[in-house]
C-alpha cells in the first residue's frame, strides 16, 4: 500500500504524535514507525515534518525528553508526553473527532435537507 501514501491533513500531526506518545514514551524514528504502522502504512511521517513538530510541542509543555538505550543499545532521546500533553490530546482529539464526524455527515448526504 505504500503507492497509495496520503498526505497529513493540515494540523493532525501533533495528534498522532501525542496519542502516539501516550501509548508509551518513544524516540524520534519509534513515533514515524509507530505512526505508519497504526495508520496501515497510510501516512508516512518524515525527519523533515516529525522533528519541527517534536520542538514545536516541547516548548509548548507538552512533551519532555530523556536519554535511553534503544532496542538496538543506540542512545536516543526518547519523547513523554507531559500532563499538559495529555490535555492537549484529550482536547486535540475531541475536536478531531467532532470535525471529522461533520464531514463524514456531508460526504454522505443524498439530498438536500
Known sequence: MAD????LVQGTLELLVLKTLDLEPMHGWGIAQR??????????VTQ????????????????KTFWRNTEANRRAR??????????ELTATRDAWLRASSAV????AAESAP
Open 48 to 63: 523533515g515534518s516529525l522533528y519541527p513538530a517534536l520542538v514545536r510541542m516541547k516548548r509548548r509543555g507538552l512533551l
Open 35 to 44: 505512526i505508519g504502522l497504526l495508520s496501515r502504512d497510510v501516512f508516512l
Open 4 to 7: 497509495q501514501r496520503t498526505e
Open 104 to 107: 463524514n455527515w456531508i460526504l
Open 78 to 87: 526518547y519523547y513523554e508526553l507531559t500532563p499538559a500533553g495529555r490535555r
